[in-house]
Structure formats: C-alpha cells, structure tokens
C-alpha cells in the first residue's frame, strides 16, 4: 500500500482543479467533460504505463521515444491498411509495431548498453522523423470503418478504449508487479542493479522486456489514435515524451527506478488531462500546456529532493 | 584525459569528412563550388557554438535537451530589440545575456535543485517553448532591420566579424579547460563526482558553470541566427539538441562525462553539416535530416559500445 498517499495527494489536487472549474466555468461540469477528458487520457495513459515500467526498472531507464513510436506505429499501419491489411489485423499490427521498436531500444540499452536517455533520444528522431518523412506531415486517411464504433464509442460515458483497453492495462500491469517475480525483479532492478545481478536475477533480459513493453504500450495508444480520429496523424505523439514522464514523476515513481506504483500514475494522468481539459474550457491558450505540464515535471522533482533532504537533516 | 588516443579519433573524423566531400562532390556538380562551401560553414556556426557548450556539458556528467529552445528565446531577445530599433550591438550584447540567464535557470534547476539533468532539461524544454509561442504571439519575427547582419559581416583585416566571434569563442573555451583550473575539474567531475569532491574538486561549482557557460554560447550562436536569417520562426531549434549531441559524441566525448574533445566537435559539427547538405543536394528530402542524424549517433555509439571503447557500464552512476 506504497501508492497510497500519492492517491489522496492526487485526488485533493484533483478535487482542487474540479472546484476551480466548477467556481469559474459552471456548465464544464457535465457529463459529456468526463468523457472528453477520458478520451484524451486514454493515450497518454497508456504511454505512460510504460514510461513508468522503464522507470521502475532504474539504471537511469528512461523512454524518450514513446511519442515517436506511437506516430511510426500509427503512420506504419495506415499505410499497411493501404496496402491491403485487413481490419481485423489492425490491432495485433499496431502492437506488434509498437513492441517492434520499443524492443529496438531494448536491445540498444540491455545490449549494447548504451545510456538509455541517449539511445532512445537518437530512436525518438528517427521514430517521428520516418512518421513525418514517410507522410509528409499530412495525415493518412482509410482507417478501417469497423474501428471507429469502438474508438468513438461510450458506455456509461466512459470510452470504450479508456474502459476496454486503459484500465484493463493497468490493472493487469499492477497486477503482474506486484505478484509475480517478474514484478519483484523489476522492483529489485530499480532498487539496487548490483544486488539484483548477484542474486541472479536475468537484469537484461528484465530490461529488454520493460522496453519491449513500453514500444507494445506506445502501439496500443498508436491504435486508440486510429480508431478514435479514424485517420494516421504523424505528429500524434508530440510531446507524449515529456507529458508521460511528468505523469510518471506525479504519479510516484522515483526517477532512480525502484519505487512507486503504476495506480499512482493513472490518477496523475487523469489529474493532467483535468486540468488541461479545464484550462481548454476557461479558452487559456494551448500553449500553456506544455509549458505547465513542464513546469510541473520540475517542481515534482523539487519537491521531492526537498523531502529527501529534510529527512536526511532531521 | 584530453588523451592522445583522441588524436586517433580526430584522425579518423578528419578522413571521414573528407571521404565525404569527395564521395558528395562526385555525386553533385554542386557541392564543390565555392558558394555551397560557405553554405555550409554558415549552416554549421550556430551548431558549432551550441556544441561547444554541449561539450562542456557531456564532459561534466550533464546534459541540456533544451538548448534549441534557448536559442530561440535568446533570438526573440535580438529579434525584438532589432524590431523596436536598437543598435545591433545592444541587440547583440541582450541575446548574449538572455542565453547566459536561461543556463543560470537550468543550472540552478540541476545543481542547486539536483534534478536529474536529462528530466530537468525536458521540463524546461516545454517551459521555453510555450514562453516562444507567447513571446511570438502566434506570428513570427521576420523582415527585422539588417544592421546587425551588416555587423556580422563587416570585415576587420579581411575576416568577417561572425567569424572573428565564432574562433573567440572557441579559443576562449580550449583556453578555459586546458591553461586553467577548470579543466581538470570538469573532466575529474565528469568522471567521478564523488571521488572529485573528496579530491577537493569544486564539483557543484563547476557543473553550475558548466550550465551557465553552454547557456552563454547558445546566446551567442543566437546573435549569428538572427544576423544570418533575419526571422525568428515558432519552430525554431526544434532538432538542434540532438544535432549538436551527435555532433559532439562524434568528435570523441564521451556521453558518460569525463572525457572531451573541442577539435573533435569542431570536426563533428562539419561533417554532420556535409552529411546533411550533401545528402540534400543528391535529392534526400530534408525531411529525413532528423533520421538520419538519430541513426548516425546510434550507428557510432553503438561501434563503440561493440569495440569496447565505452565504459562497459551506464549504471557505473546516473547522469547529473
């Protein structure tokens, strides 16, 4: 039960947000907000799941090409579908992509061993770059139709991919970190590498994995973009690098790896996409996002630190 | 540290960009002439100054991913004063500034607040870039007064004034690390933080000056974008971060801190910029630039992590 003062952290500031809203734009208080906010977070939340596992498994683990592999994924199976993909295959293709480049940086940081921050900034060029030189920079259209009731589709006014897809992942992940040895290796990787290898625990083969999850994670989000906007966008995930960090950060992962749970970081995305769906309806300028949800990544880590260094002091 | 083995390294780069001049010059009727040379060593001196400061930053152990924004906002600085009529060397001496406080910014962030450097820098990066869209306004700077292009190409002796600023600056650096104390404290700092500060390093002291200095020279380097292009666009920098961190790991410093070459970025900024316009020239979209400056870093990474030329480890420390 680590998560759960960061859950009522959270959920105060949530609750914060909601009451600023409700004072200062009444009528964004409907349903109709809920479900836009969740469709929204959707993506983001699934990105960040993995940027949290890549975190959790420490050594310095970052994901920096997330954004990029949910536009390569997304701008890749667009064009397969052109090419003749069956609808039913969308789905499998767009994870497969996904675990196909995420396992890339698997391998350049399990074995190669390259600085993970370096290795997946060079695969975040390359990644967005293909999606926008492949394209052009337009969007792709032909999504299959049988897609969009899914991607579009509510119940109880929650999305279906939010409810079917989302959730689903991060119970699972929550699940399978917390009891099965997969799970705990990732904990002992984050905590200390050194004793994790002595007790010989396969660390490589446990990062490559967490990679691998986080490319499959990035194409999951590719196909709830295809499905929801029925068409490929190259530039779809601009900006996931630094938004699903800060959710991660928000959410309670420790930036060293080795702590923090991935509830957490549900509800820190559902607190960003709150509040830049609130700024949204208060007509605050986008681009105040980006730098709000930056400035925020800082003061997480601030505030951290400042903890850390009163209980060493005290 | 500032070993001989990076002559070896030097040596190569210096063939492989000649390797390319000639394959290029083969391939285009245009790459040898005279007018695409100073194309490219127009494009490459903004570049330059940026990497010369990532320099210093990779070999004390950091990292800025917002350097690109930096110039963009030292650049609404010259940009906007230029606009309002200013001499062109207030203009000049107000990017300068505004570079140098946005590294005071960062380094008070990653030292003072010990903020991982690479999650700091991203955090800032956004912050940056929403203060360009505002500063812009949704529009761009463009058509801006010509005197300080004037002043940069005004000639003392025969050399233009850019260029005269250009080899300042990276005479004034190379004086830094290798005739003062500095130096020695940013490789040992790179290379060991801990066993530094019980050496009697100033490690703080010099990682915060590492910060402020790569802050400075991205003001400068702005000064020259604005004097060359005379327009501040919203995109502006959007790759230059990874440029000018391919750039630098291609001339031999090593991404894990300790190790610097300043000759072997002069050579990295050069041959990713013949790379970049001959590749252009031969009819590859600039689109795929970003792609193929990603593969590159990868491509000589992962030569040195296989040949053994990195240290075997990345958990060894976290970066700074």
Known sequence: MRASPILVILGVLWLVVVAGLAALAPTALSLATVTSVLQFATILALVALGQSVVVLCGGAGIDLSVGGTVSLTATLVALAVTGGLPAILVPPACLATGLALGLVNGLLVAQLRLLPLIATLSTFYVYSGTAVALTGGGALGGVPE????WGRGTLWAMPLPFLTLALPAFVAVAALLHVTSWGRWVYALGGSERSARLTGIPVD????????????????????????????????????????????MLGGIAIVGGRGGVMGVLAAVLLLVTLQTGLLRLNVNAVWQIGIVGALLVLVLLVDNAKLIRSRTS | MISRRLGEREGVLALATLAAIALFGMLSPVFLTSGNAVT???????????????????GVGGIDVSVG?????????????????????????????????TGLLTAAVVVVGRVPAIV??????????????????????????????????????????????????YLGIAVLVRLTPFGPHLLATGFAPARARLAGVPVRRTQFAAFALSGLLCGVAAVL????????????????????????????????????SLVGTVLGVLLLRILQNGLLLVGVPSLWQPVVTGALLILVLGIEAASGRLPVTFARKAPA
Not at chain 1, 146 to 149: A, E, I, S
Not at chain 2, 156 to 169: C, D, F, R, T
């Open chain 1, 146 to 149: 049988t897609l969009l009731p």
């Open chain 1, 205 to 248: 083969r446990v990062r490559l994995i967490a990679y691998g999850f986080s490319g499959a994670a990035a194409g999951a989000a590719a196909l709830v973009s295809l499905a929801w906007l029925g068409s490929a966008r190259p530039n779809i995930g601009q900006n996931l690098e630094l938004t699903s960090l800060t959710a991660a």
């Open chain 2, 40 to 58: 490219v060593l127009r494009n490459a001196s903004e570049l330059l100054l940026v990497g010369l400061g990532m320099t210093l930053l990779l």
């Open chain 2, 69 to 101: 924004a930096v110039l963009g906002l030292a650049a609404i600085a010259v940009g906007r004063l230029l606009q309002e009529g200013a001499p062109p060397l207030v203009a000049m001496l107000a990017g300068v500034v505004a570079g140098g406080a």
């Open chain 2, 120 to 169: 700091a820098t991203l955090g800032l990066y956004g912050v940056f870039r929403a203060a360009i869209y505002l500063a812009l306004g949704g529009s761009w700077l463009t058509g801006l007064p010509n005197g300080l292009t004037t002043l940069m190409s005004a000639t003392a002796l025969g050399v233009p004034v850019s260029v005269v600023l250009i080899a300042g600056a």
């Open chain 2, 225 to 260: 974008y604005v004097a060359t292009y005379r327009n501040v666009a919203m995109t502006i920098g959007g790759t230059l971060a990874l440029e000018a961190i391919a750039a630098v790991v291609l001339g031999g410093t090593s991404i894990l801190g300790g190790r610097i």
